[in-house]
């Protein structure tokens, strides 16, 4: 996890140059940072979709909101943050996470 933590560290710092340097352009920089997303990705990686949907099941409960994100709520967060509602917003991190933050870390799977 450390290497992951790191690039997703690095990303996060990489947004706020990036917005220091292009501000000046014009060009607004953010990034967003989601917790876990129903997708086909572990799927494709060779993990049973029993496994996976038991794994977002019990993720998503410890969410918050009770429920694991879908990847419209991705879109929607990165469209939001292109529209010109968001024109003054710039090198943030945009958490679209469900309060997983904040919540309760996750069940262990035995």
Do not use: H
């Amino acid at each position: 996890m450390s290497i992951y933590s790191m690039s997703k560290s690095a990303l996060d710092m990489f947004t706020k140059c990036l917005a220091l340097e292009l501000g000046p352009k014009g060009i607004r920089v953010n990034v967003v940072n989601p917790s876990g997303v129903r997708t086909d990705f572990s799927q494709a990686m060779g993990v049973d979709k029993d496994s996976v949907n038991s794994l977002l099941e019990v993720t998503g409960s410890s969410y918050p909101l009770g429920r694991i994100g879908e990847p419209i709520d991705i879109a929607n967060a990165v469209l939001f943050l292109a529209s010109d509602e968001c024109s003054f917003v710039t090198a943030i991190n945009f958490v679209a996470d469900g309060g997983a933050l904040w919540g309760a870390p996750p069940p262990k799977l035995r």
